[in-house]
């Protein structure tokens, strides 16, 4: 259950980004954060799923917001006339003219405002669409390494939320970015006929501004990375007590867990508290030098009007636009938090994809193998999780020098000690684990020759875990495929499960619930078997496929599973060394090779490990 990437339990281990990069992406530690790109790089990969699936939407979206933001100036423009003509003349148009002009620049104003959130919310829709598909759809395929990388939390997390919230954010960003700076450049055009020169000088503070939105943006994202991974870590540790809940009462580990939580809790606190701090710094910065800006050129004018004969509208018209200009001005300023917040929170989702390559296969297809299976000299090696012997990413040795021929038809059962390597042994074969070093060769062609679908159709699986999909009974033993009923209901019969399942209500149409959790481990396994049955491959692979049986379905799912064993290559490991004495051949293996290997009654002549294994286990039963 858990990841290869966590080591919350052993917070003092060295630390090793270089070999699993996911390690370093830690809450509180910014220095292993990979080197930070700018906002425009990185805005740069997510904008394509924005523009490339809503072009239209964003045209019309764009079209409104310039309409909405020429009304502004309309305002002050009024205004200034109405002063100048002490209210007394309109200009020739009658006096209702005016009233109604406000109203009617109100409508237009409403009506972009909303075209453009539409124009906007369709694409940051289109977007959360297009990269939910695109990351699922890469899940689905992706390199194993996905798996041990991430949480399954965090990838869940990823797609459902975090891409939904940055999306959201974005587009509210573009919308104040694009609306408020056509704003504000509307406000400053009309303040630029107004009276040039005092514009000027307001304008020279903008670069100030530029260069405090900068500062503060670098750190928001800092923090919103380090935000993000800290949710990750909480809804990790609310995941692993889910799944573990009957363990962590028994033990009495509540105590313990919920100091986990808490630490993880406080930290996103104080994440928050920090990213929300940094943010709102902007606002007071900003309207402080707005009234810097405000206080000189009242200065300015007062000075100039004793001078000059500027009228009051036109003093008017420019203090009412400047003080408008404040609220986009704060807007454009406010918009760093949730830009960059957005723009991470995508990003991530994409870089979990893209980090991890998508599995690829050779060409071969060549329908139904035979089913002769080779391993020359096959070494694996895994990158170690924290532990105490051996440090993470330090690479640990579960098979050496692996070589054995197993014939099409045959079966071969693998005896050893838990640890041996027999799982991985087996996990070689559908490419669940790639080999370090050797070759692996079906019908006389390495595995790596096949495409993906054409190696694994080749072998059905029963193991320990059996994992059940929250479906029907048949849908969950014809995975994959349409279900044939007859087949199902002879599948179920083989695996001696079709009496308890027609009693189910519904009988094969049954829902399973949630992982099955309603079915014994038996029943559970059974079903396993029955989906082998369906699958009908030429390679069989029972990894502990009955342990979890009583001894008497268990020499009922024998029966069965020696039915479907006949014309297939079976690889076989057990644990209960009685139910192995019929394979052709024992593979017994100890640290990763084998050490000896022939027929159950030769192994037990020669008195070697199998010999003692099977003493240890007759003699405790
Ligand atoms: N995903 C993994 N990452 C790191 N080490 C692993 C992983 N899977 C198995 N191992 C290690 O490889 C060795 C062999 O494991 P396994 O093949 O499951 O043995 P068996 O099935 O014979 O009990 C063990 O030492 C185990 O700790
Ligand atoms: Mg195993």
Same mark, same amino acid.
């Given at each position: ?231 990750? #870590? +909480?809804?990790? =540790?609310?995941?692993?007590?889910? *799944? $573990?809940?009957?363990? %962590? ?5 509540? !105590? ?97 994809? #893209? +980090?991890?390559? =998508?599995?690829?296969?050779?060409? *071969? $297809?060549?329908?139904? %193998? ?5 391993? !020359? ?108 009923? $007859? ?135």
């Amino acid at each position: 259950m858990r990841p290869a990437c966590r080591s919350t339990s052993h917070p003092q281990a060295p630390d090793n980004a270089r070999s699993c990069p996911f390690r370093g992406r830690r809450p509180g530690r910014f220095a292993a954060l990979p080197s930070m790109s700018t906002l425009k790089q990185r805005l740069a990969r997510v904008i394509p799923y924005f523009r490339d699936n809503s072009r239209g939407a964003l045209a019309l979206a764009c079209a409104a917001m310039v309409v909405a933001a020429a009304t502004e100036p309309a305002i002050p423009y009024i205004l200034k006339h109405l002063l100048n003509s002490g209210f007394k003349d309109t200009a020739g148009l009658p006096i209702w003219s005016v009233p109604l002009a406000i109203v009617v620049l109100f409508v237009i104003r409403g009506m972009s405002w909303w075209v453009s959130s539409y124009g906007l919310t369709k694409a940051s829709q289109n977007a959360v669409l297009a990269v939910r598909e695109h990351m699922f759809a890469h899940m689905l395929r992706a390199a194993p390494a996905l798996f041990t990388r991430n949480s399954a939390s965090s990838i869940t997390n990823n797609i459902v939320y975090e891409i939904q919230t940055g999306a959201n954010l974005l587009m509210g960003s573009v919308q104040i970015l694009i609306r408020d700076s056509l704003t504000a450049l509307f406000f400053v055009g009309y303040l630029l006929i107004l009276n040039w020169r005092l514009t000027l000088f307001v304008v020279v503070l903008f670069p100030i501004v530029g260069y405090l939105v900068r500062v503060v943006s670098k750190r928001l994202h800092k923090l919103n990375v380090a935000g993000q991974n800290a949710t990750d #870590e +909480l809804a990790y =540790v609310v995941e692993e007590n889910v *799944l $573990a809940w009957r363990i %962590v009462r028994l033990h009495g580990a509540a !105590r313990q867990e919920q100091r986990r939580f808490d630490n993880s809790s406080r930290l996103m606190r104080s994440l928050n508290i920090k990213q929300q701090a940094s943010g709102s710094l902007m606002t007071p910065i900003t309207q402080v030098l707005a009234s810097f800006a405000l206080a000189a050129v009242l200065w300015m004018a007062l000075a100039e009007s004793t001078r000059s004969h500027g009228t009051p509208g036109d003093f008017i018209a420019f203090i009412t636009c400047m003080l408008l200009l404040i609220q986009p001005a704060k807007h454009l300023s406010d918009v760093m938090a949730p830009l960059t917040r957005g723009t991470a929170a995508m990003e991530r989702g994409l870089d979990m994809m #893209e +980090l991890v390559p =998508v599995e690829s296969g050779g060409k *071969l $297809a060549p329908g139904r %193998v035979k089913g002769d299976i080779e391993f !020359r000299e096959v070494g694996l090696r895994y990158t170690a999780r924290d532990s105490d012997e051996a440090p993470d990413g330090t690479l640990v040795a579960a098979l050496s020098d692996v070589s054995l021929t197993i014939r099409a038809g045959e079966t071969v059962a693998f005896v050893g000690p838990s640890g041996a390597g027999k799982t991985s042994l087996v996990n070689l074969l559908p490419r669940f684990v790639e080999p370090t070093s050797g070759d692996i060769l079906i019908d006389g062609a390495p595995i790596r020759d096949y495409t993906m679908d054409a190696l694994r159709t080749q072998f059905a699986l029963v193991s320990q875990d059996v994992v059940l999909f929250n479906d029907s009974v048949a849908a969950n033993v014809a995975l994959g495929a349409d279900a044939d009923r $007859a087949r199902v209901r002879d599948a179920l019969a083989g695996a001696n499960l079709l009496d308890f399942v027609l009693t189910m209500p519904g009988g094969i149409d049954a829902q399973i619930g949630h992982n099955g959790t309603q079915l014994s481990g038996g029943q559970r396994q059974r079903l396993a078997i029955a989906r082998a049955i369906y699958k009908d491959a030429p390679i069989l692979i029972l990894d502990e496929a009955t342990s979890a049986l009583d001894s008497e379905s268990e020499r009922a799912v024998q029966a069965a599973l020696e039915v479907l064993m006949k014309g297939r290559t079976t690889l076989v490991i057990a644990h209960r060394l009685s139910t192995i004495e019929h394979a052709d051949r024992v593979v017994a293996m100890d640290h990763g090779r084998i050490v000896e290997q022939g027929p159950h009654a030769a192994l037990l002549a020669s008195g070697g490990l199998y010999a003692r294994l099977h003493a240890m286990q007759f003699r405790g039963a």
